[in-house]
């Protein structure tokens, strides 16, 4: 079977850093995603680590340690807008374009 | 370039009625996927389509879930006869070739009552 564990929800304020966990258990690993979607929006991607260690893109960044089936998204300089819900995504090893999702993080970013 | 495109953003209909929704992907792009997401949940594959050929549609409840992409374009999503556990948004995404990230469409609320 294939899963994936995300905390349900996470609180911070703006200006600061949270991290949000994935951890995962799939028959075939390819690569981790990340997407962004806000209330009533679709998921929009950003970013992909397919390799260990660490992508950064602006103000977002992501980790991955396939020997620990671990990753996390890194957000920095919280802002209001950063407001959503997040999920990760595994890449599936025998085809390759599809993406299995976890069960997602709500963040609450407060003034 | 425009993004993708999906219609009805909204539906509501009584259980044991049919509903459909249309998508028409990104141009170019010949991988098109299905998801459902259940209020509070992950998106979750239905059907996976590369040109106009299935390659993926092993969570489709198919006894009463179909779905086409005759001319390897734009596809349908059909629901016949819905319950009331198919109240979901159902969510269209398409992508490149060999390309990692997914573009979605803004999905369609349905609502079975």
């Known amino acids: 079977g294939q899963s994936l564990e995300q905390p349900s929800e996470v609180t911070a304020v703006e200006g600061a850093i949270v991290q949000i966990n994935c951890t995962y258990q799939?028959?075939?690993?390819?690569?981790l995603s990340w997407y962004q979607q806000h209330d009533g929006g679709a998921p929009t991607f950003l970013s992909y680590?397919?390799?260990?260690g660490l992508e950064e893109t602006g103000r977002f960044s992501s980790f991955l340690s396939r020997s620990d089936s671990y990753g996390y998204l890194l957000l920095q300089e919280l802002q209001m807008k950063d407001s959503a819900s997040y999920f990760c995504?595994?890449?599936?090893?025998?085809?390759?374009?599809?993406?299995?999702f976890g069960t997602g993080t709500r963040l609450q970013v407060f003034p | 370039e425009a993004g993708v495109a999906q219609s009805p953003r909204y539906k509501i209909i009584e259980k044991r009625q049919s509903v459909a929704f249309w998508c028409n992907p990104i141009?170019?792009?010949?991988?098109l996927y299905w998801y459902q997401q259940i209020l509070g949940q992950g998106p979750k594959l239905l059907i996976q389509?590369?040109?106009?050929?299935?390659?993926?549609d092993s969570q489709l409840p198919k006894d009463r879930f179909s779905a086409e992409r005759l001319k390897g374009v734009d596809s349908t999503l059909k629901i016949q006869p819905a319950k009331l556990e198919d109240s979901a948004v159902y969510l269209c995404?398409?992508?490149?070739?060999?390309?990692?990230?997914?573009?979605f469409g803004s999905g369609t609320r349905l609502t079975v009552v």
């Open positions: 995404a398409s992508s490149s070739q060999g390309g990692y990230g997914y573009t």
């Open positions: 799939t028959s075939g690993f390819y690569g």
């Open positions: 680590n397919a390799l260990d």
């Open positions: 995504a595994v890449r599936d090893h025998y085809n390759t374009d599809k993406l299995i």
């Open positions: 141009s170019g792009h010949a991988t």
């Open positions: 389509f590369q040109n106009n050929g299935v390659v993926d």
